[in-house]
């Protein structure tokens, strides 16, 4: 990887930021890891580019931005990464680099969802559910947790449990409820 990326090959980049920030086959190194996306990204690689996004929106391996986060993360989106739509979407649900905007944060992550993003499925979920950026509405946050949950999305899983525990969004069921509370996470 690292001769392919010192010819010139973008994705090569991306890759040894991948291995970098994993540690696969190598030492663990984040600050390398950001170096190789950041090259990658600067010539316009989607997955690169949404991980730049991600480094700057947790400030790993460079100090927290969140303008800077939305910067990459908008050209990721405009590239196809569906996954940094979800991350945009959190962005104006919570106020983060940008004004916050529940209406358009949820749109973006209902976008996301509704690509299988199971990070936007759980949240989906959870706006549905509370009526966060849109009205709420117990069926259909149950249908999302639902998603999410078979695809082993853990909060997922204990949302559903408490839902068929109280019947709130579906019939009352005590016996999926412990069985999903098994794979939940409290």
Known sequence: MRRAAAQGHIKAHSWLGALYYYGLGTRRNRYRAFEHYEIAAQAGEPNAEYHV???????????????????WLRRAARHGDDTAVYWLGQCY???????????????????????????????????YEHGQGVPPDPEKAFRWYLAAARRGYREAAYSLARLYETGVGTAANKRRAEQWYSRGDP
């Open 53 to 71: 996004g991600i480094f700057y929106y947790e400030g790993t391996a460079v100090r927290r931005d969140y303008r800077t986060a939305i910067r």
């Open 93 to 127: 649900l919570h106020g983060r680099g940008v004004s916050k905007d529940e209406k358009k944060g949820f749109g973006l992550e209902l976008y996301a969802a509704q690509r299988r993003v199971v990070d936007a499925q759980y949240s989906v979920g959870v706006c």
